[in-house]
C-alpha cells in the first residue's frame, strides 16, 4: 500500500527548485556585469561571460510492489524541478580596440575586451526576474490549492 500523502508537496518542491536555479543565475549575471571591463592580451585572455545550462529533475516513479515505471518494466519519471547541470563559458570573440597606454595594450596598442554585453546581462536579469516571480506564483497557487482541499476535507 502506498502512502496516500507522498508527493502532496511536491508542487513547493519543484517551486522552489526553479527559485533556487534563477538565484544562481542571477549569482552569474552579477559576477559577468562585476568583471565585464577585466581586459587581456595575448599572453593573458580578458573575462569570459559565463551562462548556465538547466536540466530537468525527473523523479523515479515506481509502480506495483518494487516495479519500476510504466509498461514494459520502463523507468518512468515524474517532474521534481530543475537545476543547474553545469557553468559553460560563452565563446564569442573577445572585441578588439585600439588604446596603447592601456596596461593590457600589445606593441601595436591593441587590447582585448570582455565578451560581456551590458545590454544582454541586464535583459538576462529580467527573465530572471520574471521567473522568478512565475516560481512564486506557482508556490502561491498551489498553496492555495492545498488549503482549499484540507478546508474541504474538513467539511
Known amino acids: 500500500m502506498t502512502d496516500p500523502m507522498q508527493g502532496v508537496f511536491r508542487g ?9 536555479a534563477e538565484l544562481q543565475r542571477s549569482e552569474v549575471v ?8 577585466r581586459t587581456g592580451n595575448a599572453q593573458k585572455d580578458p573575462y569570459r561571460r559565463k551562462q548556465l545550462v538547466f536540466e530537468e529533475l525527473l523523479l523515479e516513479q515506481q509502480s506495483g510492489p518494487g516495479g519500476r515505471g510504466g509498461p514494459a518494466g520502463q523507468v518512468g ?3 521534481a524541478g530543475v537545476q543547474v547541470a553545469k557553468v559553460v563559458e560563452d565563446q564569442t570573440p573577445f572585441p578588439v580596440f585600439h588604446q596603447p597606454g592601456h596596461p593590457d595594450a600589445d606593441a601595436s596598442g591593441q ?3 570582455s565578451n560581456v554585453d551590458l ?12 521567473s ?3 516560481n512564486l506564483q506557482a508556490l502561491r497557487s ?7 482541499t484540507i478546508t474541504n476535507m474538513s467539511r
Not at 518542491?13 to 533556487?20: F, Q
Not at 552579477?30 to 571591463?37: C, F, R, T, Y
Not at 546581462?121 to 527573465?127: A, G
Open 12 to 20: 513547493f518542491d519543484i517551486a522552489g527548485a526553479g527559485m533556487r
Open 30 to 37: 552579477a559576477s559577468n556585469l562585476a568583471n565585464m571591463h
Open 77 to 79: 519519471g515524474v517532474a
Open 111 to 113: 587590447v582585448l575586451g
Open 119 to 130: 545590454f544582454q546581462e541586464l535583459v538576462d536579469m529580467q527573465v530572471i526576474e520574471r
Open 132 to 134: 522568478f516571480d512565475a
Open 142 to 148: 498551489y498553496r492555495g490549492m492545498l488549503q482549499n
